[in-house]
């Protein structure tokens, strides 16, 4: 019995039908179709069965070949496009009649170039019932892997493997034993290899995963290096469990995708060729499937996740079969001699007189560095014999290692190049004893959850309240809220502060944690990897906002170079030179700030002007292709977003932190700071607030003015813009301002950039 389906929307009274090339289908006469069925919990799938012994007795003919039809509610026929679907008749099956065999079509008008079915009920392949072959010694070889390991999307699941245990059966005697899954994944397999091993118990494992079930294809473009870095590591464990376990493992190549980028494609050639360093054999498939972008070679798929019949085929005969040419005797010899090359002592791989020594252990990926001596020392690309040495001895992997010894994260991370040299400089002081590994075991399933990678940072979750950040570049990484992508990811934590125990009092080295993710800004250091450990709810820390209250834009440029700055806010980019109106805006949520009926534009000074509020203006909001003149309702739209934004986030800051330090430069009176004060007491509702005036003026005027703290001070933001020396020194003048005032980074409070 074949059963044909084929998955096809439908308007209410139309229908689906088959003809073919059979008498059974109608010899092509659409007035002898025959009529699909669906329901209402298989729709959109239509299906008909067909008894095709008969016919398989009589027709002379291999296939069979055939179109759906939709017929219409008024009776228009639509048929498929112009080439024909087709099927082969298994007449062995048809004999047995073992279980129904399903003809998957896919979607309505898109044919395969080779037809996809399968057994409704799941039998054993001939590889598993034969009896074993000449060799009196045979091997069991288990292959688990995905969907493409158990032959989907191949004619009867007759895919690569299933050719394979075959051709093993006949030339070697050997038994395949196929434990694959549909959407099996690094995680998943490695959870299940131990009882799928303990079931089987074979010699020989072949671990045939693919990027495809990572969801490299489908991921967010920030995400995709941490599924490429997940998949490698995963790898690595699945493969060292295999040994461990005590049977020899092969990985199955990679293979394309249909719907893979010029990015994919360079991930996927990147992992394809590291992954022929690993020391095991490797299924080479990549390149007699890949059209050279990443994506399958015309006419051997069957959908972007799956080869076709044809494409199984071809990864079947690119399969060295050679490679299965063992006994348990030779197996075991292999083994041993595996065994033997991964000394468990660490080799000496250069040493002085001094007590400086490298050590490396290559199966264990490790490298040591110990400085015995009095003296520090500097590793750098141009110590030849170092090098020459690491590049002969070590047998280390390419790419970044760090220090497994080091609890707090205070190391500098190592760059291995291809060649088994260290790329980058690093100092070693005396005394030190830094043990080094691959920093794909950071990485692994088992030891930590990847929040987010870019091919240089990572920031890895190990374990609910430690955060592990690594920075593999040779750029200080500045980790902030406004990185939207960082931001999120890090909303997969438990909120609350998170410190590193390192330099808990150091600049940015405090990571707050809300609901949404990410509050405030972290750096990390150039080749560095840094620990956050959980240290309390953030409920428990006093958190201060800085708002600016304008004059001109000097406030908003010292915090952007001390990078307190955060998101914008509305008084950032105007100039207020009267405080009254402030403190009217502030009192007043903002309303009418950018009101077209209140703004008129300076064709000379190319400003906008307030009249309702004389002392504001705006001189940042006409862009050169703009002609305000005859047209300023571009700007105004402009205006309304920006600034309703800005001052959305400046009321949410305002509500929601422990405490407020508002900022105002420039030269004001003694009512004017009052007449604000006594606003901002009404606008806060008894929250904390101070107010930090810094103006050139004689301190007494503004003497026993509650809120207030007052500096005699000058902050040029013209002067700032020419000279960057000058802009440094206002910086570091403003910082130890704020930090005599307790508002640092470890308090700071963080607008979100969309609150």
């Known amino acids: ?405 080091d609890e707090l994260g205070t190391l500098p991370l190592l760059t291995i190049n291809s060649d088994g040299s260290i790329e980058n400089k690093i100092r070693i002081d005396a005394g030190v004893d830094w043990q080094y590994c691959s920093a794909l075991k950071f990485f692994a399933p088992h030891n930590s959850q990847i929040l987010y990678y870019d091919g240089n940072l990572g920031i890895l979750k190990e374990g609910d309240r430690q955060i592990r950040v690594i920075n593999e570049s040779d750029e200080e990484y500045n980790i902030h809220p406004m990185w939207k992508e960082v931001r999120s990811a890090l909303a997969a934590l438990p909120a609350g502060v998170y410190v590193d125990n390192s330099q808990p009092d150091a600049p940015f080295r405090t990571m707050m944690v809300g609901e949404k993710g990410l509050e405030s800004r972290v750096k990390a250091p150039v080749k560095s990897s840094m620990i956050f450990q959980y240290k309390c709810q953030l409920s428990e820390i006093n958190r201060i906002a800085i708002l600016p209250l304008g004059d001109r834009c000097a406030a908003r440029m010292l915090l952007y170079k001390m990078e307190y700055d955060g998101p914008a806010f509305p008084f950032d980019l105007t100039r207020s030179t009267n405080l009254g109106d402030v403190a009217d805006i502030v009192a007043n949520d903002f309303r009418d700030m950018w009101n077209p009926e209140y703004l008129h534009y300076n064709s000379d000074e190319r400003r906008l002007y307030h009249s309702k509020w004389s002392g504001l203006s705006f001189g940042h909001e006409v862009e050169d292709s703009e002609d305000p003149i005859n047209n300023m309702q571009p700007i105004y739209d402009r205006m309304r977003t920006r600034y309703s934004a800005r001052a959305k986030r400046f009321l949410y800051t305002l509500e929601h932190c422990d405490e407020v330090l508002f900022i105002r430069t420039g030269v004001t009176n003694r009512d004017y700071v009052i007449d604000l004060i006594d606003k901002l007491k009404i606008k806060c509702k008894g929250k904390p607030f101070r107010v930090l005036l810094i103006s050139e003026q004689d301190g007494d005027e503004f003497a026993n003015i509650l809120h207030l703290i007052h500096y005699d001070l000058h902050f040029s933001p013209d002067w700032m813009y020419d000279s960057q020396d000058y802009w440094m020194e206002c910086a570091q003048k403003m910082r130890e301002i704020l930090e005599s005032l307790g508002v640092s980074s470890q308090n700071l409070f963080w607008c979100p950039p969309n609150p």
């Open 1 to 405: 019995m074949y059963r044909f389906q084929v998955k096809a929307p439908t308007q209410n009274g139309e229908m689906i039908c088959i003809v073919g090339s059979t008498p059974r289908l109608g010899l092509w006469d659409v007035k002898n179709r025959l009529d699909l069925n669906t329901s209402g919990e298989r729709y959109p799938t239509w299906w008909v069965d067909l008894e095709l012994s008969l016919l398989a007795s009589q027709e002379s003919e291999p296939r069979i070949e055939y179109k759906y039809v939709r017929i219409t509610a008024d009776g228009n026929v639509q048929w498929e496009s112009d080439e024909n679907r087709w099927v082969p008749i298994e007449r062995e099956y048809l004999a047995s009649q073992s279980s129904k065999l399903i003809v998957d079509d896919g979607n309505f008008g898109q044919t395969h170039t080779y037809p996809y079915g399968y057994l409704e009920q799941a039998i054993a392949t001939k590889s598993q019932l034969q009896n074993q072959g000449a060799n009196q010694d045979p091997l069991k070889i288990l292959v688990i892997g995905s969907s493409v390991a158990m032959g989907c999307s191949a004619w009867l699941l007759d895919g690569w493997a299933s050719r394979l245990g075959r051709a093993l059966q006949d030339r070697y005697g050997h038994q395949l034993v196929n434990r694959s899954q549909l959407g099996a994944s690094v995680t998943s397999t490695i959870e299940r290899l131990p009882s799928v091993f303990t079931a089987e118990n074979p010699d020989i494992v072949i671990i045939a995963l693919s990027l495809g079930n990572e969801g490299l294809a489908h991921c967010r473009p920030h995400d995709r290096w941490a599924v490429q870095r997940r998949f490698e590591s995963g790898l690595l464990q699945l493969i060292k469990m295999t040994q461990d376990l005590g049977a020899m493992p092969i990985v199955g190549g990679l293979y394309p995708h249909g719907d893979y980028t010029s990015e994919h494609n360079w991930l996927l050639r990147d992992t394809h060729s590291r992954m022929f360093s690993w020391g095991v054999p490797v299924l080479d498939w990549l390149d007699v499937l890949d059209n050279g972008d990443g994506r399958w070679n015309p006419q051997i798929s069957l959908d972007v996740g799956h080869p076709n019949t044809i494409g199984h085929r071809a990864m079947f005969e690119a399969i060295d079969l050679d490679i299965f040419d063992l006994n348990h005797d030779r197996l075991k010899l292999l083994q041993q001699e595996l065994l033997n090359s991964k000394s468990t002592e660490d080799l000496t791989i250069y040493k002085d007189l001094n007590g400086f020594q490298i050590l490396a252990n290559p199966e264990a990926q490790t490298l040591r560095i110990i400085n015995n001596s009095d003296y520090s020392y500097n590793i750098t690309p141009t110590w030849k014999a170092l090098q020459e040495a690491l590049k002969r001895k070590s047998k280390l992997n390419s790419g970044t290692y760090i220090a497994k010894n």
